[in-house]
C-alpha cells in the first residue's frame, strides 16, 4: 500500500489524512471518505510525501468545494500550487 487514508469525526468537523503517496488509484478511496464527511471538512497532508496529477486534482477539488487543506510542506504547497484542475 502505497497511501494511507485515515477518517476521524468530531462534533462539527471531519479530518481525513493523507499518508504516503497519492495516486490515482487512491483517488476514489479520498474522495469516498471526504462524501460522508459531517461539519466542516479538513485535509491534513503533513504525512503526504507525493502526490501524482489525479491526487493533486482531488486535493485541489476536495478544496475548491470547501475542505481546508492544511499541514502541507513546501515541497506539496508548491505541487498543489502548479496543478490545473481539470
Same mark, same amino acid.
Given at each position: 500500500?502505497?497511501?494511507? #487514508? /485515515?477518517? %476521524? %469525526?468530531?462534533?462539527? !468537523? !471531519?479530518? =481525513?489524512? #493523507?499518508?504516503?503517496?497519492? !495516486?490515482? @488509484? $487512491?483517488?476514489?478511496?479520498? @474522495?469516498?471518505?471526504?462524501?460522508?464527511? $459531517?461539519?466542516?471538512?479538513?485535509?491534513? =497532508?503533513?504525512?503526504?510525501?507525493?502526490?501524482?496529477? $489525479?491526487?493533486?486534482?482531488? #486535493?485541489? /477539488?476536495?478544496?475548491? $468545494?470547501?475542505?481546508?487543506?492544511?499541514?502541507?510542506?513546501?515541497? #506539496? /504547497?508548491?505541487?498543489?500550487?502548479?496543478?490545473?484542475?481539470?
Amino acid at each position: 500500500m502505497s497511501c494511507l #487514508i /485515515r477518517k %476521524t %469525526t468530531g462534533a462539527s !468537523t !471531519t479530518l =481525513v489524512q #493523507i499518508h504516503g503517496r497519492l !495516486t490515482t @488509484e $487512491e483517488v476514489a478511496d479520498l @474522495e469516498s471518505a471526504c462524501l460522508s464527511a $459531517e461539519g466542516t471538512l479538513f485535509l491534513d =497532508v503533513m504525512n503526504l510525501q507525493f502526490a501524482d496529477k $489525479e491526487g493533486l486534482n482531488a #486535493i485541489k /477539488r476536495l478544496a475548491s $468545494e470547501g475542505a481546508q487543506v492544511v499541514g502541507a510542506s513546501p515541497y #506539496i /504547497r508548491l505541487l498543489l500550487d502548479l496543478a490545473l484542475v481539470g
